[in-house]
């Protein structure tokens, strides 16, 4: 089992940039596969990015292809989403999630950042 916890949420202005951190409690850190979604008031949650478990492998959502940059420190047990060029739609509570496999639902989730873009 994992406890995950979200950090690095914020107010910022479109066009600029945060970066979220995902700290992992455990010792297999390194063998979970990991991924941040994000969901906006009155939607549903939805991907956002994943990041393999050695971090060899990532896939982003379409939205925020270019724009974001996953990454993972796994001696450090944390995960990192560097988001660059926010727009305002890009507001949500971001979440980071780990599951055991390459594929399958993920297990474990954290509380959830505030991210907020303003026009």
């Known amino acids: 089992q994992v406890q995950l916890v979200e950090s690095g949420g914020g107010l910022v202005q479109a066009g600029g940039s945060l970066r979220l951190s995902c700290a992992a409690d455990?010792?297999?850190?390194?063998?979970?596969?990991m991924g941040w979604f994000r969901q906006a008031p009155g939607k549903e949650r939805e991907f956002v990015v994943y990041?393999?478990?050695?971090?060899?492998?990532?896939t982003y959502a379409d939205s925020v292809k270019g724009r974001f940059t996953i990454s993972r420190d796994n001696a450090k047990n944390t995960m990192y989403l560097q988001m660059d060029s926010l727009k305002p739609e890009d507001t949500a509570v971001y979440y980071c999630?780990?599951?055991?496999?390459?594929?399958?639902?993920?297990?474990?989730w954290g509380q959830g950042t505030q991210v907020t873009v303003s026009s």
């Open positions: 990041i393999s478990s050695g971090g060899g492998v990532t």
């Open positions: 999630a780990a599951r055991h496999g390459v594929a399958g639902a993920y297990n474990y």
């Open positions: 455990g010792r297999t850190f390194s063998s979970y596969f």
